[in-house]
């Protein structure tokens, strides 16, 4: 399995980048997760839109679902040009009714996951964990048998995430605060808070993505490292992990 990093930034991106958005593959197969403002421009660096098989989201913010609008179009074109008529999953809860049935366009159809059972896709089996959020929100669980990585998606801090994430090889986490911020409100985490979910789990690998736009982000990985001891990344375009 290999995750590469489409888009990392919180609530809109930077210049030349993206919102939430990350690319899963296995087996020739390509799930992406979370599609947020920026994906489908970064994402045509590393892969065709039209070689895309499944996409799932976290939930509706913009800074994760709203390139699913650019995607669908996108499908529209390259199925017009190509004279053909694929159709491209798009995998969403159904606890916002109007934006989930937004998910269906020509070329693309709108499937509800149930969040309390475990979903398969492709070659990766998806569980979920309802997060801290405004709206309704969830972290996933993903792997394909060998490898593990969990998603935090957007949440404030829980101890639960630990026990969702146990294990796990990479853990992705929210991390939009530094040190000694409160992300509860807004619903997003700080770096210490995302390290001890880490620390807690035992995980292998952190990476810190969903990233503010103030402040020093090395900083982040510097108070992240003072509680986790294993690996840290800080999120940015291209980077991946595989095993």
Request: with cysteine; net charge negative.
């Amino acid at each position: 399995m290999k995750v590469t990093v489409i888009g990392y930034w919180g609530a809109y991106p930077a210049e030349g980048s993206a919102t939430s958005g990350y690319l899963f593959e296995k087996d020739g197969f390509s799930m992406l997760v979370d599609c947020g403002s920026g994906v489908l421009s970064r994402l045509q660096q590393f892969k065709k839109v039209n070689d895309i098989d499944a996409v799932i989201l976290s939930h509706y913010h913009h800074d994760h679902f709203a390139d699913i609008g650019p995607l669908q179009y996108a499908w529209l074109v390259q199925n017009t040009i190509a004279e053909t008529g694929e159709i491209l999953p798009i995998y969403g809860h159904e606890e916002d009714k109007e934006k989930f049935k937004a998910l269906t366009h020509q070329y693309t159809e709108g499937v509800a996951y149930d969040p309390q059972q475990s979903l398969q896709i492709g070659p990766f089996t998806i569980d979920f964990e309802k997060t801290l959020h405004p709206v309704p929100c969830y972290s996933m669980r993903i792997t394909d048998g060998d490898a593990t990585i969990v998603y935090t998606a957007d949440t404030s801090y829980f101890s639960g995430l630990s026990d969702f994430a146990k294990g796990a090889d990479l853990l992705i986490t929210d991390t939009n605060f530094y040190k000694g911020m409160d992300g509860e409100g807004p619903g997003h985490m700080t770096s210490p808070e995302a390290a001890t979910i880490a620390k807690n789990a035992e995980v292998k690998t952190l990476w810190l993505s969903h990233l503010p736009h103030f402040g020093k982000l090395t900083l982040l990985r510097q108070e992240a490292e003072d509680v986790f001891e294993g690996t840290i990344q800080l999120a940015e375009e291209g980077l991946s992990w595989s095993k």
